[in-house]
């Protein structure tokens, strides 16, 4: 079975930066999509950006210009670079990924992270 596991979550002042980690592993998978989602109490759980394998990359208007998504496919990792951090981007931070699984036979997967927490402070 595919897993993911976070990190780099934390406490930063407004205007800092922080980047998040997210790795997977569990045997023979495709990561066709990795992405950072992420969640406050009593809200939706929201897209913050998500990269395919072939490249492509999608963002959510707010952190545009702040928020950078990049993969490093030879450790199965996918990172979010987060600068100029803002109160409203205080939320738990979940991991995702999407692909297929060798169980004998190739399955289709999603997968989350566990969360992590990220706090901006004024």
């Known amino acids: 079975q595919v897993q993911l596991v976070e990190s780099g979550g934390g406490l930063v002042q407004a205007g800092g930066s922080l980047t998040l980690s997210c790795a997977a592993s569990g045997g023979a998978f495709t990561l066709d999509v990795m992405g950072w989602y992420r969640q406050t109490p009593g809200k939706q759980r929201e897209l913050v950006a998500r990269s395919t394998d072939s490249g492509s990359t999608e963002y959510a208007d707010s952190v545009k210009g702040r928020f950078t998504i990049s993969r490093d496919n030879a450790k199965n990792t996918v990172y979010l670079q987060m600068n100029s951090l803002k109160p409203e981007d205080t939320a738990v931070y979940y991991c995702?990924?999407?692909?297929?699984?060798?169980?004998?036979?190739?399955?289709?997967?999603?997968?989350w992270g566990q969360g992590t927490q990220v706090t901006v402070s004024s």
């Open positions: 995702y990924a999407k692909g297929l699984y060798s169980d004998l036979i190739y399955r289709t997967y999603e997968r």
